[in-house]
């Protein structure tokens, strides 16, 4: 029984410390996402800048799609921390 504790204890640090570097990516996504609206005005006439914005839009893509992978890993991890709480 103790050591169930001690475990749950464990995966509790540790999805706190995962939503902490989640809400850190977050930010520096969403400080991206400014950049990309500033790049999209700017590459509208210019075909080096618009590839330059595509490419900069498939690195965005990639590393939300590797925060959705440690989002999913977290809650596989710990079931229901990631879900609202209907059944109470």
Do not use: W, Y
């Amino acid at each position: 029984m103790h050591s169930r504790i001690k475990r749950l204890e464990e995966l509790v640090a540790g999805a706190s410390e995962l939503i902490a570097r989640l809400k850190e990516e977050n930010g520096v996504l969403r400080k991206q996402v400014e950049l990309l609206g500033a790049a999209r005005n700017k590459a509208s006439s210019n075909t080096a800048a618009a590839r330059e914005l595509a490419d900069f839009r498939a690195k965005v893509r990639r590393r939300l799609e590797r925060i959705c992978a440690k989002i999913e890993k977290a809650n596989d991890l710990q079931p229901g921390l990631f879900e609202e709480e209907d059944e109470q």
